[in-house]
Each structure stands twice: as C-alpha cells, then as structure tokens.
T-cell receptor, first 114, second 110 residues
Framework: DAMVIQNPRYQVTQFGKPVTLSCSQTLNHNVMYWYQQKSSQAPKLLFHYYDKDFNNEADTPDNFQSRRPNTSFCFLDIRSPGLGDAAMYLC?????????????FGDGTRLSIL | QKEVEQNSGPLSVPEGAIASLNCTYSDRGSQSFFWYRQYSGKSPELIMFIYSNGDKEDGRFTAQLNKASQYVSLLIRDSQPSDSATYLCAVNTPSGDMRFGAGTRLTVKP
C-alpha cells in the first residue's frame, strides 16, 4: 500500500501559469520534505516541515511556496513556472528529524513546462 | 567540494558478479548514511542504512562505513539485471538535513 502519495504523477503547465503539486501520507510522520530532482542530478531539498514549523532552504527560489494544512497533506505551489522548473518533484516523510531517521519517498510528480 | 560525492558511472557488471558502489562525504560530523535505489522515472527507494563503522549485511547487500576516511560503500553480491538502476548515497548532516549524491548508474548485463 502506498504510504506517501503524490498527485498528479505527471503535470503539464504553461510558462508562467501557477501550478500546485500535492502530497499526502498515511505514516503519521512529523516531517515532510519537498525535493526537486533534475535528470542525472541529486535530489535538491526545497523545504521541510516539522509539523507546522516551516523551514526554507536558503537557495530555494521565491517562486516556490509550500503549505501544510494538516499532518497528512503538504502542497508545493509554483507561482510562475519557468522552463528551468521542469523536473521531478519528490515528496518525502520521516518520523522526526535526527541522524537515524530515514526518509520515505512518494512516486514523484514529473512537471513539464510548455 | 560537494557535500556527497559519487562516481556517476555508468558502472557495468556481468550478471552474478559483485557490484561495488562508492561514496565520500565532506561533513565529518555526519553520523548516519543511507543507500537508495532509483529506477528510471521512479522515486528513490531505501535499501540500507548504516551508522557504525564496519560492515552491515542485508541479503545480497552489504554497506561499509569508514568514518575516519569519510567513506561509505555498497556491495551488491550476485548482481541481477533487476539491480540495474541509479544508486543514491545520502548522508544525514549534524543539523538533521539529508544530503544526496548525484548517484551512480549501475547496469547488470545478462
């Protein structure tokens, strides 16, 4: 059974048209993460939440926003997508922060920009 | 210097051979290390994690950690074509963030 669920699997949007990606989890984990992964590159952390405490990576563009309305759901909003934002977006969860906490990933949303 | 470095490959081994994947990391304070497997177009899947120096075995997989050398490796014994994927090394930094390497692409040829 899927425990970290991302929707949609594939998203196509137009240049500059806002888009929202969603993630839900059934693990009841406290921490949720959003990563951006481009072809043949490492996943790049964009943000993470511990419960409702939001943490933004310093180099995450202002164009990217996130919301976590409750424990189970987390959203990634891209306000004005550019061609360089085409990538796989991965949501992950972990029970807590800490050195011994593995992250569990969803299947990802592949975003294309026309 | 990148925080987590891996040879990008591709690494090609024949079926039944041992595949050896290597990773180095820059933050000496890191304490936990993870190996993820990622098939093309799919999300990373956790294979193993290791916290202590030495070897940790799980089936055909063995993770090896040497904190003094800031080096972690993954051995895959009796490699199968289904093991063909990109293997990501990930390191939990002292602040609790996980940093990934760019991955090594492994091909196991029948």
């Amino acid at each position: 059974d899927a425990m970290v669920i991302q929707n949609p699997r594939y998203q196509v949007t137009q240049f500059g048209k806002p888009v929202t990606l969603s993630c839900s989890q059934t693990l009841n984990h406290n921490v949720m993460y959003w990563y951006q992964q481009k072809s043949s590159q490492a996943p790049k952390l964009l943000f993470h939440y511990y419960d409702k405490d939001f943490n933004n990576e310093a180099d995450t563009p202002d164009n990217f926003q996130s919301r976590r309305p409750n424990t189970s759901f987390c959203f990634l909003d891209i306000r004005s997508p550019g061609l360089g934002d085409a990538a796989m977006y991965l949501c992950a969860t972990s029970r807590a922060y800490g050195q011994d906490q593995p992250q569990h990933f969803g299947d990802g949303t592949r975003l294309s920009i026309l | 210097q990148k925080e987590v470095e891996q040879n990008s490959g591709p690494l090609s081994v024949p079926e039944g051979a041992i595949a050896s994947l290597n990773c180095t990391y820059s933050d000496r304070g890191s304490q936990s290390f993870f190996w993820y497997r990622q098939y093309s177009g799919k999300s990373p899947e956790l294979i193993m994690f290791i916290y202590s120096n030495g070897d940790k075995e799980d089936g055909r997989f063995t993770a090896q950690l040497n904190k003094a050398s800031q080096y972690v490796s993954l051995l895959i014994r009796d490699s199968q074509p289904s093991d063909s994927a990109t293997y990501l090394c990930a390191v939990n930094t002292p602040s609790g963030d996980m940093r990934f390497g760019a991955g090594t692409r492994l091909t196991v040829k029948p």
